[in-house]
């Protein structure tokens, strides 16, 4: 009786354990590639361009102190022109060799640091955007979770919703980018009206 009892609870158990799973296998699903966003969207561009500006910047105060200690270096191994200099000359230009390099090495550790702050921030900001813009596109497609890519080993390509994803992330581009002109057109004409109001007191 008890060997009955308990195999009645097992099934029915079981048949509730496969029901909840049957549910959660209706689950609709979208992936979203997280680096294609970045490459490919309006606001990963964006930022790319800008990270790109601050490394060209530090390149070429880095490729401007590494010639000028190419140009001290060839100064210090040329010992005809060591013989024309004072002591004290020579001493000046050991220190000024010295320095150089300090500079060098400094401005090598800043770019490396700004660089990795600059990464950091843009995954953050691009984080929220594609975060935005996939629960947009959630909505419209009645979707119950969007991973990113990433996070999975394999992904039936029919799920993959980057390109929407990426379409709303360029509309909400847009629409800030005309925000933020707005914005600037309202505050020169503050600006240029300023001068006016303090004549007129």
């Known amino acids: 009786m008890k060997i009955k009892r308990f195999i009645v609870i097992l099934l029915f158990l079981l048949v509730c354990s496969q029901t909840a799973f049957a549910i959660e296998s209706k689950a ?6 997280f680096m294609t966003c970045i490459t490919e969207s309006k606001y990963g561009k964006n930022e790319q361009e800008q990270l790109e500006n601050i490394k060209k910047q530090w390149s070429t105060l880095i490729e401007e102190t590494e010639k000028e200690i190419g140009e001290l270096n060839s100064k210090m191994e040329d010992q005809d022109y060591l013989d024309g200099l004072s002591p ?3 001493e000046d230009l050991k220190m000024k060799q010295s320095a150089m390099y300090q500079d060098l ?3 090598q550790n800043q770019l490396y640091q700004i660089l990795n ?3 950091y921030f843009l995954i953050q900001k691009m984080s929220t955007n594609i975060s935005k813009a996939s629960e947009a596109i959630a909505q419209n497609r009645r979707l119950d979770i969007v991973l990113n890519k ?3 080993f394999y992904n039936n390509p029919k799920i993959d919703i980057t390109e929407q994803v990426i379409h709303e992330m360029d509309k909400n581009y847009e629409k800030e980018t005309v925000k933020n002109e707005s914005e600037k057109d309202k505050e020169n004409v503050a600006a240029d009206l300023q001068p006016q109001a303090a004549k007129v007191k």
């Open 105 to 107: 090495a400094k401005y």
């Open 150 to 152: 990433e996070a999975c």
């Open 88 to 90: 004290e000359a020579e």
């Open 28 to 33: 609709m699903i979208g992936i979203v590639n």
């Open 117 to 119: 702050q600059a990464n």
